[in-house]
């Protein structure tokens, strides 16, 4: 008998048949996401689980007693619970490696979006504002060619980045990492700084950094203080990174000019944080990997984890 399987989201078709050779698996069809009792309800006799972001307790393990390998389909996995699906013997698996250039656009499309204040102005041309332009500078930005760049988290996706911003855009590029990298500093020309240097230098101070232990609130008020009034913070890594109260509080009192934010401290973002009613903050919504091409490869790939740790082989991309 094939192994049980199931999908809380759709997945292209070749993720599909690729599975269909080793497991029975089915999938959430429906446009909108799973809500937890209903999966509970799914996972309840399977032995593999494909999934992105959601969070694996021991609640969740206790409602799904043949589960041995959860699949995220993301390359971040604080969603997993690590001391319980170790103890549990779960494996968990994710995709690095295929969304990197990917988050990296978004990255950029980020810093572009906030400096040159694209997606304000947009709605300004739109809502038929343009003839009421008022004031000396009403649609002055700021410069991302030749700025400095600070990126917090050297990592694929970080290294990705800093080719972006000194090969398209000749920025002086900084960087903060728990390891130095000697390879990146030489490849790319990027520069190690401590914290507290790369804040108060960085026109563009960029999160990337995995959510750990470690990470959990690395981005608080002492932190914003730290940076240029004139500074520009992007998010693309986890909102629990940051203290977004303590970003609120930043941008409120102007100690920096702005902010371009993927990713939320709850996701989707509560209607009423303070962050979605000022003009000089960009939003997206976590949509660091999400085009057809390379969801479709982290499918792939959580695909042939999942089969992988099924079968009694080492999956390529264990994490637990
Ligand atoms: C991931 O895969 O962890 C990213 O957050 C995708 O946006």
Known sequence: MKPKVYVSQPICQEARDYLAQYCDFKVWEQGEPIKREELLKKIADVDG?????????????????KLKVVSNLSVGYNNFDLE???????????????LDET????????????????AELDQFVKAGKWD?????????????????????????????????????????????????KPEAEEELGVEY?????????SDFVLLMTPLTPETEGMIGEKEFKLM??????????????????????????????????????QEPVNKDNPLLKM????TTPHIGSATRKTTDAMAMKAAKNMVAALTGEEPENRVV
């Open 49 to 65: 689980l494909i999934t992105s972001g959601r969070r694996i307790t021991e609640n969740l393990l206790n409602h799904a007693p």
């Open 84 to 98: 319980v699906m170790k103890k549990r013997n779960v494996i968990g698996t994710n995709t690095p490696g295929v």
């Open 103 to 118: 988050v990296a656009d978004l990255a950029f499309g980020l810093i572009l979006a906030s400096a040159r204040r694209i």
């Open 132 to 180: 009421q332009a008022s004031g000396d500078d009403p649609f002055i930005g700021i410069d991302v060619h030749s700025a400095t760049l600070g990126i917090i988290g050297m990592g694929r996706i970080g290294e990705a980045i800093a080719r972006r911003g000194k090969l398209g855009f000749n920025m002086d590029v900084l960087y903060y990492n728990r390891n130095r």
């Open 193 to 201: 700084r401590d914290l507290e240097s790369l804040l108060k230098q």
């Open 228 to 265: 240029k009034k004139s500074a520009i913070f992007i998010n693309v890594s986890r909102g629990q990174t940051i203290d977004e109260q303590a970003l609120i509080q930043a941008l409120e009192k102007k100690e920096i000019y702005g902010a371009a934010l993927d990713v939320f401290e």
């Open 279 to 282: 003009p000089n903050v960009v």
